[in-house]
Structure formats: C-alpha cells, structure tokens
C-alpha cells in the first residue's frame, strides 16, 4: 500500500517509519528531504503556500499530520486549513485517488474548563481562535476526504519532549490548586494509532479522541515525577496556564478498534522517557 504522509515532523516520521517496517511504500512531504530517514521517500513541498513537487497517482492513504511552527492565527490557518486544500489539490491533479483520509487535530476543539468526561459526542466547542481554526479543518476534511477522519490528539509527550520533567528539575513546577486536569498520549502510542487507523479494513469514524487511559490531575504528574527524580515535591499553587483547559478525555472508540497502548498511563510513558527511551526525529 501506497502511504502519503504531509507533515514529517516527530509524529509523521515515526509513524512512517511503523508503515513502512510493516511492509508499507510511504512518502512523506517535507520541506528539507533530506532529512527524512531511510526507507520513507521524500518529496519537498511548502503545505502552507501550498508549493509541492508532484506526488505519485497511486496514493492509496493520506495522513496529514502537519502542525503549526507558531500560535497565532496565521499559522493555524496555514498548516490546517490551506494545507490539506493544497495537499488534495495536488493529488487531484496527478487523478490519485486515495481511499482514505485522516487528520490529525487536536482535543482542543473542546473549550472543557470544568474537569468534565469529554468524548466524540460531547460537543465541540472551542474556546480560542486556533481551537476555532482545528474545528474549521476538520469539517472541510470531513466534507471532501475519501474515509475521512479526525483523529483529536492530546498533549504529545515523548523522546525529545520533555518539558514538565525540566520545569520538576529546575524547581519551576507548581502543582495547581484546585487540582486541573490534562490528558496526554505517547507519541509512540499516537503512531501507533495513526497506523491502526491507516491500515484496518474497516472505514475509519469520522472522529476518534487519541489520548491513553488516564486522564489526571497535572498536580499528580509533577508529584510522580518528583519522586522518580528523587526530589522535592513541587509546591502548589494558581494554575499559570494560558491554554489548554480542564477536560478528562475517554479513548474508549479507539480502543474498541482493537489498538493496544504500549504506554497506558503517564506512568509507564514517563518512565520510558526518564530512561532515554526512544528517538526524537528533526
């Protein structure tokens, strides 16, 4: 199977590296190739303008996995709405005919700030611009993509991310009080979702939440990772958060698909991270 991923950042990377270890063809859009890894085959391209060298007619799968270099607006509307337009244009033009398309967004289509159980019936209601923005991506995939599907990521932790250990290391954390819950997903795990996704015979949902099974307290994540440090737990204190809400997120739809989480809870995946393992891509 013929696999186009638009977006080769950490994400898209490693997911086309799974691909293609099972047996996958992947090309994967980039604006420097060469720093795709081996097997996948680069092709350069600018999603946001919308500049791409011409893509191969036997896509069989899109995943665009693209995300925004800033917060603003301008940004958003770059990489989420112009570039998947640009991206089916292009395919459009060499006649491919994929038959599948997801996107990955995120949970932040849920502007959630009362720690309430969120899932894909509870109504998308963004409470920023750039939430607005993801919303709006997701109804025009939705509207012209083959299997199109939304796959709303949480907060992606992994090899290379580490800012909550760092802020726990330096003494910067605070745990917040009244107690504000995050959900998260490894980006192995979100990988391996967007594989699971990809290449089952059944067509997609038109939405699935990618986040593991638990939802927690920040609080509860600092004190864990203080302890793994061997340090002093951080204080609490106001949440100082500018974004990001208060929600607890269900997986159930993903899971009844079948996929098994290598990293269930913070606690396995923090661990892995705290032991080097894993490999961050440019």
């Known amino acids: 199977m013929r696999v186009l991923i638009a977006g080769c950042g950490d994400l898209g990377t490693e997911t086309g590296l799974r691909l293609a270890a099972a047996g996958h063809s992947v090309v994967g859009i980039r604006r420097t190739t060469t720093r795709l890894p081996a097997p996948l085959i680069g092709v350069r391209g600018d999603l ?3 500049h791409l060298d011409e893509l191969p007619d036997d896509v069989e799968v899109v995943i665009y996995a693209a995300a925004a270099d800033q917060r603003t607006e301008q940004a958003y509307l770059g990489a989420y709405v112009a ?5 089916l244009d292009a395919l459009a033009r060499v006649r491919a005919r994929p038959r599948r398309l997801l996107l990955v967004s995120s949970t932040a289509v849920y502007g959630v700030t009362d720690g309430s159980w969120v899932d894909e ?7 920023t611009v750039t939430g607005e923005i993801l919303l709006a991506a997701e109804m025009a995939v939705l509207e012209r993509g083959p299997e199109p ?3 709303r990521l949480s907060g992606i932790y992994g090899p290379g991310r580490t800012r909550l250990i760092d802020q726990v290391r330096t003494g910067r954390a605070v745990a917040p009080d009244p107690p504000v819950y995050a959900n998260r997903i490894h980006r192995d795990d979100a990988a391996d ?3 699971h996704l990809a290449t089952r015979r059944e067509a997609p949902h038109p939405c699935y939440l990618g986040v593991d099974d638990a939802p927690v307290d920040r609080g509860e994540v600092l004190r864990f990772l203080a302890e793994e440090l061997g340090l002093p737990e951080p204080p609490t204190g106001p949440d100082r958060r500018t974004r990001g809400g208060n929600k607890r997120c269900r997986n159930d739809r993903l899971v009844a698909t079948g996929l098994t989480l290598t990293y269930p809870t913070y606690r396995e995946g923090y661990r892995a991270v705290l032991a080097g393992d894993g490999v961050r891509h440019p």
Do not use: E, I
Request: hydrophobic share 50%; aromatic share 0%; no cysteine.
């Open 149 to 151: 599907s939304a796959v």
């Open 193 to 195: 979702a967007l594989v």
């Open 48 to 50: 946001a303008a919308g």
């Open 121 to 127: 019936d509870t109504p998308a209601r963004p409470a």
């Open 83 to 87: 570039g998947p337009r640009h991206v």
